[in-house]
């Protein structure tokens, strides 16, 4: 079947740098999507990776290798608008996106 | 402002009933979609249109449908509400042209619970 996996929750410093990583098995693949969500709010884009390596924008960068089947959203100089759940989607052979279940990011002061 | 308007933001329906969820874009997005969003799980497609007039399922469709009559409305119903649909409900919507890169813009959600 396919597969998303990423860590439930993590907690970080105001200031700071985070990593979430996102690792999937799906059948295909034809990009791999982060997604930012404040709580009780709709998701937003954030980045969007084909090509393995890492691709900036910001303060955040979004960093994929296709033959480890890995990905990771790098934060860096964290503030407390931070705080949100972060979701990772892989579009599969069909185009169709595999969600995982999200990584809700804590920032603390 | 361009976007996606879902109603109702919230509701309580009972066990039984029929509920429709509407959505509206004014982006004049090809393709749109219906999610719902559990607890502890990624989002699930309920149904798809690529284009107006053609619908199709996702991974969850069981207890719903869909129509899509025009490009900017794409209401989803139950046509009877059980408990385990108790859910949120989210509409998006993305430019067709852009399906190698999908970005999906999302509605603002509907909270929706079956007792």
């Known amino acids: 079947g396919q597969n998303i996996d990423q860590p439930t929750e993590m907690t970080a410093t105001e200031g700071a740098i985070v990593q979430i990583n996102c690792t999937y098995q799906?059948?295909?693949?034809?990009?791999l999507f982060w997604y930012q969500q404040h709580a009780g709010e709709a998701p937003t884009f954030l980045s969007y990776n084909v090509l393995d390596g890492l691709e900036e924008k910001g303060r955040f960068s979004s960093f994929l290798s296709r033959s480890k089947g890995y990905s990771y959203l790098l934060l860096k100089e964290l503030q407390m608008k931070d705080s949100a759940s972060y979701l990772c989607?892989?579009?599969?052979?069909?185009?169709?996106?595999?969600w995982g279940a999200g990584t809700k990011l804590i920032i603390k002061p | 402002i361009a976007g996606i308007t879902q109603a109702p933001t919230s509701q309580i329906l009972a066990a039984g009933r029929r509920m429709t969820l509407r959505c509206t874009q004014d982006m004049r997005h090809n393709a749109m979609y219906w999610y719902r969003q559990d607890l502890g799980l990624g989002l699930r497609l309920i149904h798809y249109?690529?284009?107006?007039?053609?619908?199709g399922k996702g991974e969850v469709p069981d207890g719903y449908s869909v129509s899509r009559a025009n490009t900017d409305d794409f209401p989803l119903t139950l046509a009877s509400a059980v408990p385990s649909q108790t859910s949120v409900y989210f509409c998006?919507?993305?430019?067709?042209?852009?399906?190698?890169?999908?970005?999906?813009?999302f509605g603002e959600g509907s909270r929706l619970t079956v007792l």
């Open positions: 249109s690529n284009t107006a007039g053609t619908t």
């Open positions: 998006a919507s993305s430019d067709s042209l852009d399906r190698e890169t999908g970005e999906l813009f």
């Open positions: 799906t059948s295909g693949f034809n990009g």
């Open positions: 989607a892989v579009s599969d052979s069909n185009y169709q996106l595999i």
